[in-house]
T-cell receptor
Framework: DTAVSQTPKYLVTQMGNDKSIKCEQN?????MYWYKQDSKKFLKIMFSYNNKELIINETVPNRFSPKSPDKAHLNLHINSLELGDSAVYFC??????????FGQGTRLTVV | GQNIDQPTEMTATEGAIVQINCTYQTSGFNGLFWYQQHAGEAPTFLSY????GLEEKGRFSSFLSRSKGYSYLLLKELQMKDSASYLCAVSPFGGGDDKIIFGKGTRLHILP
């Protein structure tokens, strides 16, 4: 009964490829997020979706695009992967303005 | 702008008490969170403060002073498993504009 699940857990791919990371939450939360955690362990918000509407879009490259087919899913698509995209990506969900529940993270390595 | 500051690393001894401080400057305030993150794992929620004062939850307590833009996380009776990073995070807005901004985390090392 995992609350927030994301797949895959590990992803190794070559530069220039296009990849997707999936995220699903069964908590009934209205808001879902994607965070990027860099090598210094700094968590930076990338996107936030509330009821299928993008409400925050931080200054990330447009190679990154979130896709939300429904309230329970927020997938992250990345085009033309670059070395600097290597990081751990966390999906999270939250009821409005309270704690966020995180997925287990996807470690993306671009070679 | 938004800014959250906390020490990069701290060391404490098993059985002791440690206080991890966090200061923030945000354009609004709708609550402050503390998360624990073990290496290679997802952050897990510890506490949420929206009003001034101390919130106690077992061995962990969190304090907030909104006027000072200051919070601390207090860990008592430290155990080896408390070795982790502790992330201070702020929700600057309310009213449906939901966003949680994280500090860079404090890596806590527990010595036997």
């Amino acid at each position: 009964d995992t609350a927030v699940s994301q797949t895959p857990k590990y992803l190794v791919t070559q530069m220039g490829n296009d990849k997707s990371i999936k995220c699903e939450q069964n908590l009934g939360h209205d808001t879902m997020y994607w965070y990027k955690q860099d090598s210094k362990k700094f968590l930076k918000i990338m996107f936030s979706y509330n009821n299928k509407e993008l409400i925050i879009n931080e200054t990330v490259p447009n190679r990154f695009s979130p896709k939300s087919p429904d309230k329970a899913h927020l997938n992250l698509h990345i085009n033309s992967l670059e070395l600097g995209d290597s990081a751990v990506y966390f999906c999270a969900s939250s009821p409005t303005s309270t704690e966020a529940f995180f997925g287990q993270g996807t470690r993306l390595t671009v070679v | 702008g938004q800014n959250i500051d906390q020490p990069t690393e701290m060391t404490a001894t098993e059985g002791a008490i440690v206080q991890i401080n966090c200061t923030y400057q945000t354009s609004g305030f709708n609550g402050l969170f503390w998360y624990q993150q073990h290496a290679g794992e997802a952050p897990t929620f510890l506490s949420y403060n929206v009003l001034d004062g101390l919130e106690e939850k077992g061995r962990f307590s969190s304090f907030l002073s909104r006027s000072k833009g200051y919070s601390y996380l207090l860990l008592k009776e430290l155990q080896m498993k408390d070795s982790a990073s502790y992330l201070c995070a702020v929700s600057p807005f309310g009213g449906g504009d939901d966003k949680i901004i994280f500090g860079k985390g404090t890596r806590l090392h527990i010595l036997p």
